[in-house]
């Protein structure tokens, strides 16, 4: 049994042992996990004018990013991948909403210019290491009987 001076010990060194810990993985996730992870050196002013507009214009009101966000519209960490610059820029130029699946997306009716950025804002987002996420959905065949 401790002495009620021994656990006072164990508790002081226990706590200042695991603080340490605690500083020195959150320092290595910021200093190297986070740009590691993100591929920061590819933040192009590109990247950076389209992550400005995506928070001026609340994007992330109807949409999610990396599981952020509102869920009455598509998760967007992946459009890139999923649609293609084309498609993305023609629905962020589109002068009425866009709608192919009811649901409606604002028609901001942007430049080229605004959409370029934004579409290289969303290749940067899909191109971090996100350790999985978001999962691909397995489609299970049908069972023929
Ligand atoms: C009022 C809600 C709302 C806001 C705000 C909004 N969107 Fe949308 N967005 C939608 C909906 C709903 C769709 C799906 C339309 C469909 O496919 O029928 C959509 C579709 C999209 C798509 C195509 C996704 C896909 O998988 O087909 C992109 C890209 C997109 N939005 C980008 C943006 C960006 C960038 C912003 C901010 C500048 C934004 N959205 C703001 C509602 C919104």
Redesign the pocket.
């Known amino acids: 049994m401790l002495t009620k001076k021994q656990a006072m010990l164990f508790f002081m060194l226990g706590t200042f042992l695991f603080s340490i810990i605690f500083i020195g993985l959150t320092y290595d996730t910021v200093t190297r996990g986070i740009p590691k992870h993100t591929h920061e050196e590819n933040m192009t002013d590109a990247v950076v004018r389209g992550r400005t507009?995506?928070d001026q214009?609340?994007?992330m009101?109807?949409?999610t990013i990396m599981g952020e966000g509102a869920y009455?519209?598509?998760e967007?960490t992946k459009?890139y991948e999923?649609?293609g610059p084309g498609?993305?820029k023609a629905?962020?130029m589109s002068k009425t909403p866009?709608?192919?699946?009811?649901?409606?997306?604002?028609a901001?009716g942007f430049s080229e210019e605004e959409a370029d950025d934004?579409v290289a804002f969303?290749k940067w987002i899909g191109e971090a290491d996100l350790n999985g996420f978001p999962p691909k959905p397995t489609f299970k065949p049908q069972s023929k009987d």
């Not at 866009?98 to 604002?106: D, E, S, T, Y």
Request: contains cysteine; charged residues 15%.
């Open positions: 507009l995506w214009h609340n994007c009101g109807c949409h009455y519209a598509p967007l459009v999923r649609r498609y993305i629905v962020l866009w709608a192919p699946r009811g649901r409606k997306m604002v901001y934004l969303l």
